[in-house]
C-alpha cells in the first residue's frame, strides 16, 4: 500500500515532543513532514506534552458565522432572532468536536470571551454586566457552563435549544 504523502505527516505527543525527530521515510523514498498541528475530522490537534486540541479555528469559525449572520441581516432583525441564529448555527460551529479535548480553564474562558465579544459587537457595549443581564434574559449560556453542567452527550443537544 502506497503512502499518500501529500495528505499524510507526523506529529509527536508526550514528553518528548518538542525534540527534533528522524526523517520518516516511504518505500518510494519521500520523506513524510513532521508538524506542529493536524487536522483530524475536524479537530486540530496540537503537538504537546498532553494531548491538546486548538480551539483557534473553531474561534475563527465562529466569528466568520456570526459576522454573516450579522452582514445578512444588520439591523433589520430583532436581537432575538440574531440570538436565536446564533445558538442554532455558530454556537455548535464553536462547540464542535470539544467533547474529545480535555478543556482546561482557560480554553474555557477563551471560549466565553468569544461569544461574549458577540454579544458586546450585538449590543453596542463593552459592559460585561450589561452582556451577561442580556445573556440570562436570551437564555444563552456559556460554552463554560455546558460543558461543566452537562455531561457530554447532552452538550450538542443543549445547543440545538
Not at 458577540?118 to 437564555?139: A, D, R
Request: hydrophobic share 40%.
Amino acid at each position: 500500500m502506497s503512502i499518500n504523502v501529500k495528505k499524510s505527516c507526523c506529529m509527536r505527543i508526550g514528553p518528548r515532543h518538542n525534540k527534533i525527530c528522524s526523517e520518516i521515510s516511504t518505500v518510494d523514498g519521500r520523506n513524510l513532514a513532521w508538524v506542529g498541528e493536524i487536522r483530524y475530522l475536524g479537530v486540530f490537534i496540537m503537538r504537546a506534552l498532553k494531548f491538546k486540541c486548538s480551539i483557534d479555528q473553531a474561534k475563527r469559525s465562529f466569528y466568520r458565522a456570526a459576522n454573516s449572520i450579522l452582514a445578512k441581516l444588520g439591523r433589520l432583525a430583532s436581537e432575538e432572532v440574531i440570538i436565536q441564529l446564533l445558538k442554532q448555527k455558530c454556537l455548535p460551529i464553536l462547540l464542535y468536536a470539544l467533547e474529545v479535548c480535555n478543556l482546561d480553564k482557560r480554553t474555557l474562558q477563551s471560549l466565553d470571551f468569544t461569544v461574549n465579544r458577540f454579544f458586546m459587537k450585538l449590543f453596542k457595549t463593552s459592559n460585561i454586566e450589561i452582556v451577561h443581564y442580556c445573556q440570562n434574559m436570551s437564555g444563552m449560556q456559556l460554552p463554560s457552563v455546558l460543558f461543566v453542567r452537562q455531561p457530554l452527550s447532552e452538550i450538542s443537544e443543549r445547543c440545538a435549544m
